[in-house]
């Protein structure tokens, strides 16, 4: 995600705006993966069956985890590079053929 916003920043986007952009670009596949692994996990979360005494803890801290880092990598992430980056950062060179809304890694 910080790759992504410094290539924008490098395109002459204003820090919140290339904060925001590369939030809304990450936000399908983590929300994706949090989404698959808490289903996964929901049977595991909510049972009262024999043996789930050791299982349910575990499950509900995986997906309270899953759910805290999605809250972090979406809003906290980009509000503190917001908070940090300065004008005068030293930004990778933009790429050529690079498009806004493109995926790089």
Do not use: C, K
Request: cysteine-free.
């Amino acid at each position: 995600m910080l790759e992504y916003i410094n290539q924008l920043r490098a395109r002459r986007y204003a820090i919140e705006d290339a904060a925001v952009e590369g939030a809304v670009l990450r936000l399908r596949p983590i929300m994706m993966t949090m989404l698959v692994a808490t289903l996964g996990l929901l049977p595991a979360a909510l049972s009262h069956a024999i043996g789930s005494d050791s299982q349910r803890p575990f499950a509900i801290v995986i997906v309270g985890g899953l759910i805290a880092a999605l809250i972090m990598s979406i809003f906290l992430l980009p509000t503190i590079y917001v908070w940090v980056a300065g004008e005068r950062d030293v930004l990778p060179m933009a790429e050529e053929g690079f498009e806004v809304g493109e995926h790089v890694d």
